[in-house]
C-alpha cells in the first residue's frame, strides 16, 4: 500500500515537473522494465530503446495512469510489452532473429516463446475491450473457469457470461494487431473458443 501511494506521489509530482520525482520513479523502475523489454525483444540495445520509450512517455503523460485499474509496476509491464511487441512488429529482422532464436533451442522453448509472444499480443488486445467482456474472457480461457463459474463469479446470468464471450471474442477478432498476428502464421496452434 506504501508503494502505491509514493508511486501516486511520484507521478503527482512529475505532472507537476518535478526532475527529483521522475530520477527516483525511473531509479526505481528502470530494472523492471528493461528486464520486461530484453525478454521480448531479445537484443539489449532494443531493449534500451523500448525503455527509454517507456519513459519517456511517463515523462510526457504522467497522467496516463489509473490506480483503479491496478498498481504501476503492472501498468509499466502493460505498456513495456506493448512497446516491445510493437518494435517487434516494425522491425521484422528482430522478430524473425527471435524466431530463429528460439527455432534453434529445444522445442519446448521455441513453443514457449511462441505462446508468450502470442499470450502478449491478445492480452494486448484485451485491454481495447469492454469490461465486462475482457473479464469473462480472461475467467474462460486465461483461468480455465467454466461459463457457470464464471457466471457465478460475475454475478450474471449464464447467458449473459456466453455472450460477453462471444462479443468480446467478435471485438478481438476485429483488432488489427491481433489479425497481422493470425495471418502471419502465428496463431495456427491458438485455442479457439
Excluded: C
Excluded at 169 to 175: D, E
Amino acid at each position: 500500500m506504501e508503494n502505491r501511494w509514493e508511486d501516486a506521489e511520484l507521478l503527482k509530482k512529475i505532472a507537476e515537473g518535478s526532475r527529483t520525482a521522475f530520477d527516483r520513479f525511473y531509479e526505481k523502475y528502470a530494472p523492471i522494465v528493461y528486464h520486461i523489454a530484453l525478454q521480448i525483444v531479445g537484443d539489449k540495445a532494443e531493449a534500451e530503446d523500448v525503455s527509454q520509450d517507456v519513459f519517456l512517455e511517463i515523462l510526457q503523460k504522467p497522467t496516463q495512469f489509473d490506480p483503479k485499474r491496478g498498481s504501476v509496476k503492472a501498468f509499466l509491464a502493460v505498456k513495456t510489452k506493448s512497446r516491445s511487441l510493437d518494435r517487434l512488429r516494425k522491425n521484422r529482422h528482430l522478430l524473425v532473429s527471435r524466431l530463429e532464436e528460439a527455432a534453434l533451442k529445444e522445442k519446448g522453448a521455441e513453443f514457449y516463446f511462441l505462446r508468450q509472444l502470442e499470450q502478449q499480443i491478445i492480452l494486448d488486445a484485451l485491454t481495447h475491450l469492454p469490461e465486462a467482456q475482457r473479464q469473462a474472457i480472461i475467467h474462460f480461457y486465461f483461468r480455465g473457469e467454466t461459463q457457470r463459474e464464471i457466471a457465478a463469479a460475475m454475478n450474471k446470468p449464464l447467458g449473459s457470461i456466453k455472450s460477453l464471450i462471444r462479443y468480446g471474442l467478435r471485438n478481438l477478432r476485429k483488432q488489427q494487431a491481433l489479425f497481422r498476428w493470425l495471418e502471419a502464421g502465428r496463431g495456427e496452434n491458438k485455442h479457439e473458443a
